[in-house]
């Protein structure tokens, strides 16, 4: 092997290693020994790497190059390795020799492998860290680790040849004591279970209580009509109910639709096309026109209100109206209420006509059934009593809706995950509220034989 | 202690900005600004609301590209990486954001965990055991572990996902506003930590803060920005004796001179 002289750096056309080279190299070499990276592999890359890069094969050419001063130092911050050597642990004949990155990410494939490390019965070993080339805090652990095992196996350990900078990361990893590692609170399930119904009921009770703090709200509202804001109110009825006709609209004009076409196959063929008109008409004003722009409403406005109240709930709005003396309920609620208690029967009485209007085009189109016969039929098959039981469930939806995207609102706590998780939640219970409350109708009317 | 981690390399430059111009729309925020931070120092970014000292964090640490010019860490052009390249560069730096940015489905154990587990093939156990000590560090009890981060006081969260930034030992820290939102006892705390970092990890910080205590205690080298461009770089000291008019706005004041004369009597 050629002399290679101190600081000098090796170069190797073929960049192939094994590790028992690496230790002939330091060997035959102890002028290198003493200084820090003697040995820089350029393997034709841009960037010098060390030659312990490369364990695992054979060094074929070694040749000589000046140190060159136009190199970067190469010397990086502690934890990170210009090379990518893992970290390894080679037998020495008193102890152990370390080398390599021992960092997060050059100790993943020696972490299991620390097991095998065998003390071969000695009494004392020296853990020499002279060729570790970069450690962190992983490493240190893992160094630990290590140590521990050893003291544990009876063997005194020492280190040996650690930078100083390596040595007081040591130490001060040594001298913190290992926290202790506290488990995630791990729950039975009766236990989740008891707690999930806790929850619930404790929501249903707040629930009630909001209600009852609306309606005390609303009463006060009444009593003394000036507190009312009406200005917000029918800011809020454009925007729940003026803004929501195009898609209100939309969607029960394509009900009618739907509606005519699957029942027309069923008319024709007992010839009973004119009932088309009764089938639209039942079926619209009574269920479907209310149903839909209630959804409609619990997805549009529900969540709307939700979101507000909930973003206000966050960022600390609510509180300052509290301190400042405004009653959230009055300004933020009660308009809300209000609002779609107005815009929720309007929309029904508009998703009526589009959805009728839809099953009269349909009627037409697949049963020849003319509008003008339509709307003569019509007038005969619906009783103005269909029409007012359709649009009288209106505002108790509304109430509904508005209610339970309040009520959600103001049950955020926390950050903005929250708001979103109690926007979800609101559209989800008012959708289901609405459809139980229409059902909770159904029977009631039944009874009533209405 | 502070000469050993340092030895050799006070003056390499870690972080190289030049020429970046960076504009929204019509507003330019920077304007051929150039900028130099060395190796293992604490560097503060200080200047007015509005100045772009986030948008200069973010564009260093690969959140945002400047319209012009070239931003040069740890050796790398920032320009020219592609997506190997930029992962590997971000494994090596940390970067604690000012309102955290912890994952709220996680808890803390997990959020501190979660780089090491993404990142390396480490086992459970250890990664738990680091994610602790880590914890340890930043000065939380080891209860807040299995703490969900909406259950944590803005101190906490602060601290909690200081520790997360530390997860891979980076080379290089971003601190946004490390000590806003804190009592005084855990700002005091953050500049120990921040103090205790650089000299035993010789890590380089980049920090963007308003705390004068901060700036007087730990900062090395403050650049106070304005108008679009670097207007004085240098120690707190050095800048306190700047002419410069948007210099001196930030000295002036009450607070300015509070701090001033609790550093005069901290050094004498």
């Known amino acids: ?126 853990i020499d860290g002279t060729r570790v080339e970069a450690l962190d805090t992983v490493g240190v652990w893992v160094l630990q680790y290590l140590l521990q095992r050893l003291r544990d196996e009876g063997v005194t350990t020492t280190l040996r040849g650690w930078r100083p900078e390596f040595e007081r990361l040591i130490d001060l990893i040594e001298d913190s004591p290992p926290p202790p590692l506290t488990p995630a609170p791990q729950r039975r399930r009766l236990e989740r279970i008891g707690r999930s119904v806790g929850a619930a009921l404790e929501q249903l009770y707040a629930l009630l209580s909001f209600v009852g703090e609306s309606a005390l709200a609303l009463a006060a509202g009444i009593a003394h009509p000036a507190r009312i804001r009406w200005r917000t109110i029918l800011h809020n009825v454009q925007s729940a109910g003026v803004a929501a006709l195009p898609i209100v609209g939309l969607l029960s004009f394509l009900l009618g639709i739907v509606v005519a076409y699957q029942g027309a196959d069923q008319l024709r063929r007992y010839g009973a096309n004119i009932y088309v008109a009764d089938l639209v008409g039942l079926s619209m004003l009574r269920e ?74 349909m009627a037409q189109a697949k049963l020849g059934v003319g509008y003008a016969e339509f709307l003569d039929r019509f007038v005969n098959a619906v009783q103005p009593s269909t029409y007012l039981i359709g649009i009288g469930k209106a505002p108790v939806f509304a109430i509904i809706i508005a209610v339970v995207g309040c009520f959600q609102g103001f049950r955020t706590h926390g950050g903005a995950d929250s708001v979103g998780r109690q926007t979800t939640r609101s559209v989800v219970h008012a959708t289901f509220l609405v459809i139980v409350a229409d059902a909770l109708f159904s029977i009631v009317f039944s009874i009533l034989d209405l | 202690m502070e000469n050993t981690a340092r030895t050799g390399q006070r003056n390499e430059v870690v972080i190289e900005l030049r020429g970046v111009s960076t504009r929204y729309g019509e507003r330019v925020v920077h304007e051929n600004l150039d900028l130099d931070v060395r190796r293992a120092e604490i560097f503060a970014l200080v200047g007015g609301s509005g100045s772009g000292k986030s948008t200069l964090l973010r564009e260093m640490i690969l959140l945002q590209r400047p319209d012009a010019g070239t931003v040069r860490v740890l050796g ?36 501190i965990g979660l780089p090491l587990r993404e990142h390396t093939r480490l086992n459970d156990e250890l990664i738990d055991r680091i994610a602790a000590w880590k914890l340890a560090l930043t000065g939380l009890e080891p209860a807040t572990a299995a703490l969900y981060p909406s259950e944590l006081s803005g101190g906490m969260l602060k601290r909690a996902s200081f520790a997360r930034a530390l997860a891979l030992d980076p080379e290089l820290l971003f601190l946004d506003e490390p000590t806003a939102g804190l009592d005084p006892a855990s700002a005091a705390g953050v500049d120990q930590l921040v103090t205790m970092l650089r000299d035993t990890f010789g890590l380089t910080i980049v920090m963007i803060t308003h705390d004068l205590d901060l700036l007087w205690q730990v900062a090395d080298r403050v650049a106070v920005l304005g108008d679009g461009r670097v207007q004085a770089v240098g120690s707190m000291a050095e800048l306190a004796g700047s002419d410069r008019p948007l210099v001196r706005q930030f000295f002036e004041g009450a607070r300015g001179r509070a701090a001033q004369a609790q550093q005069a009597l901290t050094t004498h």
Request: proline residues 6%; aromatic residues 6%.
């Open chain 1, 288 to 361: 479907f026109a209310p149903l839909i722009t209630a959804i409609i409403a619990a997805g549009r406005s529900g969540s709307a209100y939700a979101a507000q109240i909930g973003t206000m709930t966050v960022t600390e709005e609510i509180d300052a109206m509290r301190t400042l003396g405004i009653a959230p309920l009055d300004v933020l609620v009660l308009p809300k209420i209000i609002a779609l208690m107005i815009a929720l029967p309007l929309l029904t009485v508009y998703a009526d006509i589009c959805g009728v209007a839809g099953g009269m085009l």
């Open chain 2, 76 to 111: 790398v052009d920032l320009g020219s990486l592609n997506e190997r390249e930029q992962h590997a560069l971000l494994k090596r730096i940390g970067v604690l954001f000012q309102h955290g940015g912890l994952f709220g489905s996680l808890n803390v154990r997990e959020n």
């Open chain 1, 1 to 126: 092997m050629p002399h290679i002289r101190r600081g000098a750096f090796v170069l190797a056309l073929d960049n192939r290693f094994d590790s028992g080279t690496s230790t002939l190299l330091w060997q035959q070499y102890p002028d290198a020994h003493g200084s820090r990276d003697p040995f820089l592999v350029n393997n034709g890359a841009r960037s010098p790497v060390r030659m312990r890069a490369f364990a695992g094969a054979r060094l074929s050419l070694i040749s000589e190059m000046p140190a060159v001063a136009a190199m970067p130092d190469h010397r990086q911050a502690m934890s990170s390795c210009l090379s990518a050597a893992p970290a390894a642990v080679a037998p020495l004949p008193d102890g152990l020799a370390l080398s390599g990155c021992w960092t997060a990410f050059g100790i993943s494939p020696l972490d299991r492998e620390l097991d095998k490390v065998a003390t071969g019965g000695a009494q004392a070993m020296a």
